[in-house]
């Protein structure tokens, strides 16, 4: 097989009995049944094929005989890229290329599968992962490729006010509340565990939104947002007894909103009388928001985590049922969720009382279980878990490890949790870090000794988008 360019350039004289190159060298040739194409791959992630795409299939089919990889759901959502089409409509979009001899599902954001099946001799990809943490990526497609003498062909990232205008009207469609309402079931589907990040206001939103990480060979986002009335109250300087009312409460929806595509799952605190949970609902869903979780308490609302310490009540199997019926029958689409959430092992009540109120509200039409603990141990976690899925395989579980912080994600995933909820860190982080800041400028009466401990105003404005 020879490597090829151009055409044009070929010149073929035969040394020794033997056909050899004299000069340049060749895409394609084949005369007298002699096959000289070369194996060429690419992989797409996206919705949407625009210029910088076809310049790769251009540059691609240049080398050789192109076989397309189309990126599966579950990996583009690693990738930071929530399809909005499914992986099919993905493919056929990618066939109607012209030139492409075959288009295939790529199941791993890294290449290992795909170069020891299709053994390519070139990857063509663009060049916007020289750095970040995308380059886990490009390392290990060089790494595989450097076994056998294959090579990477990396074609300058297109970026113009046409791919831009692209980007946004993808990025808006996904924020749109139709399609965001929808993803939080569609991720219980397509991930083991759906991580989730309290987020209270705009520029939170954007950390969630834009925060990647690699680590090894991985690489890992946050899936969801997290609207607690805690950080909700917290950020306002208002205590956590549902003093915030809830047009307050939508605003901070709607500022996050306006610059993330996440889904959201809200803390509905106890949901309120029955009459209002059921507004909230509708308010809520036509919103854009996936789910919310209620508490079955009553009376004014206190922080779990005080557990006993101050006078809780929780709410009767009955009373709180209806509420989740009211909520159930009010809401309009499908997408949305309502989670029940119970109390019953943060105010001793124990696991029997937490599991016969947990078969109740799913029978009620709950599409999902939060169960709560205020214990260092994870131990009264993992026994409900596990005594709740003998029974029920598919209800998604949904759980805070805040007390519990030492077990991991994957850890939780084997006892049959589905969401994780980080129910407060950023806003924990966000204050000692404020008021480290504050001491140093009271004490040196200027701020230059605090410059160590802050963002640069230029890398703030980077996260946030221009339209």
Not at 198 to 212: F, N
Request: proline content about 3%; hydrophobic content about 40%.
């Amino acid at each position: 097989m020879l490597r090829g360019i151009d055409n044009e350039s070929i010149d073929l004289e035969f040394r020794n009995g033997e056909m050899g190159v004299k000069r340049g060298e060749i895409d394609l040739y084949a005369e007298g049944g002699i096959d000289m194409a070369k194996t060429v791959y690419t992989c797409f992630c996206t919705d949407n094929i625009h210029e910088g795409h076809l310049k790769i299939i251009e540059e691609a089919k240049r080398l050789g005989d192109v076989t397309v990889g189309v990126l599966c759901d579950s990996e583009m959502i690693r990738y930071n890229r929530f399809p909005i089409l499914t992986t099919s409509e993905r493919m056929e979009m990618v066939k109607r290329i012209p030139g492409i001899a075959k288009v295939v599902v790529q199941n791993s954001m890294l290449y290992d599968e795909v170069i020891h099946t299709i053994h390519p001799d070139y990857v063509v990809h663009g060049d916007n992962w020289n750095t970040g943490p995308l380059q886990v990526i490009r390392n290990n497609i060089v790494s595989l490729l450097n076994k056998y003498g294959g090579e990477l062909v990396e074609i300058p990232y297109t970026i113009n006010e046409h791919v831009q205008k692209i980007d946004r009207q993808m990025r808006e469609k996904l924020a749109m509340p139709e399609l965001r309402r929808t993803r939080l079931k569609k991720l219980l589907k397509l991930v083991p565990i759906v991580k989730t990040i309290e987020v209270h206001s705009g520029l939170t939103g954007l950390i969630a939104e834009k925060t990647i990480v690699s680590k090894g060979e991985a690489i890992d986002q946050f899936d969801a947002m997290w609207v607690s009335s805690l950080c909700d109250s917290t950020d306002r300087g208002k205590p956590d007894i549902e003093l915030v009312d809830m047009t307050s409460r939508f605003r901070t929806i709607n500022d996050v909103m306006e610059v993330t595509t996440k889904p959201i799952i809200f803390d509905g605190d106890t949901g309120g009388l029955t009459e209002h949970f059921v507004y909230n609902v509708r308010s809520l869903e036509r919103m854009g928001v996936s789910a919310v979780i209620i508490e079955d308490k009553t009376g004014l609302k206190k922080n779990s985590l005080f557990g006993t310490e101050v006078q809780q009540t929780q709410d009767s199997i009955e009373n709180f049922c209806n509420k989740i019926s009211a909520g159930k029958k009010a809401q309009l689409s499908e997408d949305f969720m309502i989670i029940a959430r119970i109390e019953s092992l943060i105010l001793r009540q124990g696991q029997e009382d937490a599991l016969k109120r947990a078969f109740a509200y799913v029978g009620a039409g709950a599409d999902g279980i939060m169960i709560h603990s205020r214990e260092k141990s994870p131990d009264e976690i993992i026994r409900f878990c596990d005594e709740f899925r003998k029974k029920d395989k598919t209800t998604p579980i949904v759980v805070v490890p805040t007390s519990f912080n030492s077990i991991t994600e994957s850890e939780l995933s084997e006892h049959g949790v589905n969401i994780v909820i980080y129910a407060n860190q950023l806003i924990r982080a966000a204050y000692p870090a404020m008021e480290n800041v504050a001491r140093s400028i009271l004490a040196n009466h200027r701020a230059k000794e605090a410059d160590d401990s802050l963002m640069s105003i230029k890398k703030i404005i980077t996260l946030i988008d221009e339209i």
